[in-house]
């Protein structure tokens, strides 16, 4: 018995049921038009691949434009006095919510959050902002207000998120970046080193320098 021919080219073996067109399509044509040229269903079997496949390749780009970002100990783009100045508004905030325990933060929480605002403001994405991301975007907009160029608060923004990626986790916790800030950048933390501070998750500090070292 001959295979029915895909509903929507007419050529190829029909595999999959469409129950957007009421139709048997070939999984080449499923793949090229869905969400495209077909008004998938939400429940459909096979977007939730799409999906996946959709934030993969995202996250790839999202990648790449952190990697074009410089964050090496020679050319980090912190040595910019006025990106350190940015820098510096985005993480006291942090530090400040993190002491006061004001939205339950977590260093995953302020990376996705300043993820979503870069993706709001630098790729016009539509985003729904919840309590922390809505403070977040009121202090994009004061630090915005003040003059700084938008390409410079965008390169402020990923290179905290540079950060987070490597203080978080592992031997730091689910807090070591916010556990820095609180250490290193929170007016009230007074530290008596000569460098900056790393707190591991069980509580023991040593000096950055120290555990690069190492």
Known sequence: MAKPKCGYCGQKAAKRYCPSLDKLLCPVCCGTNRLKNISCKDDCRYLDHEEYQQKVRKQKEFNAILA???HSEHNDVFKNEKVASIAYQFESFF???YIKGDFNLTDQ?????????YFLKFKNEHIKADDFMTVLLQLYEQISNKGDSQDLIGKVILRIIISIKKMT???FGAYGYLNY???NIHPSSLN???GPVIEFKDGRMTDYDKLRKD
Not at 109 to 117: C, D, G, I
């Open 181 to 183: 800030l609180k250490n």
């Open 192 to 194: 008596g080193t000569n």
């Open 68 to 70: 074009e970002i410089p």
């Open 95 to 97: 530090a400040d919510c």
């Open 109 to 117: 929480k302020v990376k996705t959050a300043l993820t979503k605002v």
């Open 169 to 171: 986790g592992g031997q």
